[in-house]
Structure formats: C-alpha cells, structure tokens
C-alpha cells in the first residue's frame, strides 16, 4: 500500500511514516517509480509504535525494542535480552510513577473544585467519574 493509504488506515501523518522510516522503525520497498510501497503489516506496526511513543518512549529505545515484539500482538519475542527486559521494567516503573503523580495531581484538583464549588468533594469526584 502507498504511503497515503497507510497515513488514512493509521491516522499518523505520512511525515511521521517517514521519520518512522529514517528511523528504521517501518520498512517500505519502492517501487519502480520510487513510491513507498508497505505491506499490510506496516498497519499493525505503525500502531504498535504509537502504543510505544504514547507510553513515553523515545525512537532509539522503540528501535531496539521492535525486534523483540511480534506486531500483531505485542508480545515478547525469544530474542529479548535481560538488559532490555531490565529497562523495560525502569519504564514500566517510570510510567507507574507518572500515574501516581497524576492520581495526585487530580485528587488536589478535586479538593479546590469541591472548595471553589461549595460541593462536598464525594459529589465532586462522583461528578468528574460520571463525566
């Protein structure tokens, strides 16, 4: 598929399909034109890699990840080493903290909602999860 069709089936931008690619992230043929030409997997990956942006990683360590993924489901390959699955867990930690800080940061939110509202913070927070 083009790349143009892989940017609709994705919704990435075909410039971030390209970074993927400069990257080493995604890997297109040509054709004889010279137009990227990606195979249906390229759709799995392309979402496999936002998952991994999203999760706060950055392109080097997606690159060494990828290899160790299968693309349909995300799961581990044979071919994990024990320093990536290491640094993998001081992500997972990473992101664990984050969600904590955020869980933090909301429950603050809540008290100055249900002091600024006059409401008491229960029906606050039971607003906020019914939203």
Request: charged share 30%.
């Amino acid at each position: 598929m083009r790349i143009g069709e892989l940017a609709r089936r994705t919704g990435v931008s075909e410039r971030s399909l390209r970074y993927y690619e400069q990257q080493g992230l995604l890997v297109a043929e040509r054709t004889a034109g010279g137009h990227r030409d990606y195979p249906e997997r390229a759709v799995d990956r392309v979402v496999l890699i936002q998952e991994l942006f999203a999760a706060g990683l950055h392109s080097r360590k997606i690159y060494e990840i990828l290899p160790c993924m299968r693309d349909s489901d995300g799961g581990p390959n044979e071919i994990a080493t024990p320093l990536l699955v290491e640094e993998l867990a001081a992500e997972r930690d990473r992101i664990d903290r984050m969600i904590s800080d955020l869980a933090r940061s909301r429950e603050v939110l809540d008290e100055v909602i249900a002091t600024a509202s006059g409401r008491p913070q229960a029906e606050t927070e039971a607003t906020a999860t019914a939203a």
